[in-house]
């Protein structure tokens, strides 16, 4: 019994504060001197049912040039387009943390 129940509560641990969400478009738009990554998902409730509330995310790439040998700086981290003050290394990171601004996963 008692390690059916630590198992339990190494699952509501691990797994309990999990963030998920549904990702609704993934485009990358722009060519030449400058290029976007967008990803929109949508949020889950806490039921883990999907929500109308959306996130979009955005990151951007600038280059000199116009050829397809133009000299590119690296990919600027990923933005919530709502709320442009935090950056993120990864879209997925950036998701987790719209959603639980809204109160969602």
Do not use: H
């Amino acid at each position: 019994m008692k390690k059916l129940f630590l198992l339990f509560m190494i699952f509501v641990f691990t797994y309990g504060n999990a963030f998920a969400y549904q990702v609704l478009s993934t485009k990358e738009i722009g060519k030449d001197d400058a290029r976007n990554q967008n990803v929109i998902v949508r949020c889950t409730t806490d039921t883990g049912k999907m929500s109308e509330e959306t996130c979009s995310l955005r990151r951007y790439v600038k280059c000199l040039g116009k050829d397809k040998q133009s000299l590119c700086t690296s990919w600027q981290p990923w933005r919530d387009l709502r709320d442009t003050s935090a950056t993120y290394s990864d879209w997925k990171s950036a998701a987790s943390a719209c959603c639980k601004r809204k109160g969602l996963r």
